[in-house]
């Protein structure tokens, strides 16, 4: 029987050359082991998390921490992991544990009120918030953390500290990622007390430093989104349809950031027979042979795989979400991205669903241009770049619809909050599910939701957010400018 460490020479080779799926797999194989590695349970931690698959990460971490755990740096490792899993939680549970031989560590602080609101534990967020501002006044973080989960007030003490460090920031010439996090930070506050000229504006200022820290290429984007087209043809479907794993549980919820998707999955969440998996990556772990699919490694990957491919594919595909989420009627899938990945995911599970949130496109692009995203959506900080990347992603979609129509179902999030008892109904009936109250009150369930509307799930459907840009005029003209350049329709 090959030893761990030994498996763990393999993993490192298999990397090194570029097999990130054998990397993967042999990784696995370590953590499912019975060996004993104390404090070398790091190495196969850090290995899947650079991987990007966090489950594996997660339990050679828990692995760690049983065997060592002798350093508090350990726990917070494995409590951010947890994050990335859906576990919030639990990390949070972790962080307080140690936190508690520790109340004068403002990091730690902050990293439990931080999985304390991605969990939905707002009291909790707000009091290891203060508790890192009682500690270090002048911690703006914690401050901006703070913001997103109160409403701030005439003369808030905390606004006041974020505009000191934003006028700071704009007299030194910072323009990153934390200058423009202290802008959008205001930009909530100044919404709370209905200064919506200013909000505008502090929102524009801080879009304008992300898209210059992080640019983004609408036209590569374009040729990309054209490529896959030109790929996934009606008898390049056709020619390998009926070959991929019969499984129902899959369902995918699709739609740009911003669209009604964490509405979706919170009511389909609600459901008994429903586990939601949120944004996990699955999907593309699953099919990481496959790489960017339109530079010939689709076809590639066909000739090497042989005629099981999509099979296995899905039956990969499977059993990770299985490994995450244990059994169920049904698991969602929120991915947005996997958008990308659509037509290898309708091939490889031939029985999977897939939801197609639909929302008026201007308070789209309104709502990401003032969300300062934790990580990835570029196109979200150039009203240019979004009209593009909206307009691509439509494209796209109806490119799927053409192909897969029996297997797509579109929700227009401006039915489902005027009209929530038909909608849900709808959504039901397509996954194959039978009604249940408890979708109704989904915004009572207690479970992670690590996305930008983490506070707005939580709330009971409103109509409040239709049409909410127009409150915002004419800071927002950019949007409707570039929206009506793109030639994208929306409701003006």
């Known amino acids: 029987m090959t030893d761990a460490r030994t498996l763990l020479q393999d993993a490192e080779r298999a990397c090194a050359r570029g097999d990130r799926i054998a990397g993967i797999d042999l990784v ?22 650079e991987l990007l698959d966090y489950d594996t990460a997660a339990r050679a971490a828990a692995k760690l921490c049983a065997e060592d755990g002798s350093d508090p740096r350990q726990w917070r490792f494995y409590a951010g992991l947890l994050q990335n899993v859906g576990e919030a939680g639990k990390a949070m549970e972790v962080l307080g544990k140690i936190g508690a031989d520790a109340p004068g560590d403002a990091a730690l602080a902050y990293e439990t009120g931080f999985a304390a609101k991605l969990a939905g534990d707002f009291d909790t967020a707000r009091e290891r918030f203060e508790q890192v501002i009682a500690l270090d006044p002048k911690h703006l973080l ?5 913001g997103t989960i109160r409403r701030a007030v005439s003369g808030d003490e905390n606004v006041l500290e974020l505009e000191t460090e934003r006028v700071r920031c704009l007299e030194s010439g910072r323009r990153d990622r934390h200058a423009a996090r202290i802008s959008y930070a205001l930009a909530k506050a100044y919404d709370d007390v209905k ?16 898209h210059e820290a992080e640019p983004y290429d609408p036209a590569a984007n374009h040729r ?3 490529a896959l087209m030109t790929l996934y043809t009606p008898d390049f479907v056709e020619a390998q349809s009926g070959k991929g794993h019969r499984d129902a549980r899959p369902v995918f919820v699709l739609g740009p950031p911003r669209s009604g998707t964490t509405l979706v999955e919170a009511i389909l969440a609600a459901h008994p027979g429903v586990k939601a998996g949120g944004e996990h990556k699955l999907m593309w772990l699953a099919s990481l042979d496959l790489g960017v699919q339109a530079d010939g490694t689709l076809h590639r990957w066909l000739e090497t795989a042989g005629e099981g491919a999509w099979e296995k594919l899905g039956q990969r595909y499977c059993a990770d979400v299985e490994a995450r989420l244990g059994d169920a009627a049904r698991w969602t899938d929120k991915n947005l991205y996997n958008v990308t990945r659509f037509g290898a995911a309708a091939l490889a599970l031939p029985d999977a669903r897939f939801i197609w949130c639909r929302r008026d496109a201007m308070d789209v692009a309104w709502s990401a241009w003032k969300t300062l995203f934790a990580e990835g ?11 593009a990347f909206l307009a691509d992603y439509d494209m796209l979609m109806q490119h799927w619809v053409t192909l897969f129509p029996d297997r797509v179902m579109e929700v227009r999030y401006e039915d ?11 959504l039901l009936d397509f996954c194959g599910l039978e009604d249940d109250p408890a979708t109704r009150r989904f915004h009572e369930a207690n ?26 005029m004419p800071e927002a003209k950019p949007l409707v400018d570039a929206l009506h350049a793109e030639g994208v329709v929306f409701n003006d």
């Open 416 to 426: 489902l909050v005027t009209s929530p008892d038909d909608q849900i109904a709808r």
């Open 195 to 210: 200064s919506h000229t200013l909000s505008a504006r502090r929102v524009a200022e801080g879009a304008a430093m992300m």
């Open 224 to 226: 990309f989104t054209r």
């Open 447 to 472: 479970r992670t939701v690590a996305t930008a509307s983490f506070a707005q799930v939580r709330q009971p459907i409103s109509t409040a957010s239709v049409g909410a840009w127009r409150r915002y």
């Open 377 to 387: 959506n570029r196109w979200s900080y150039d009203p240019v770049a979004i009209a």
């Open 142 to 146: 914690a401050r901006a953390e703070l």
């Open 28 to 49: 696995r194989r370590i953590v499912a082991s019975d060996e004993k590695l104390g404090s070398d349970w790091a190495i196969p931690a850090m290995m899947a998390a």
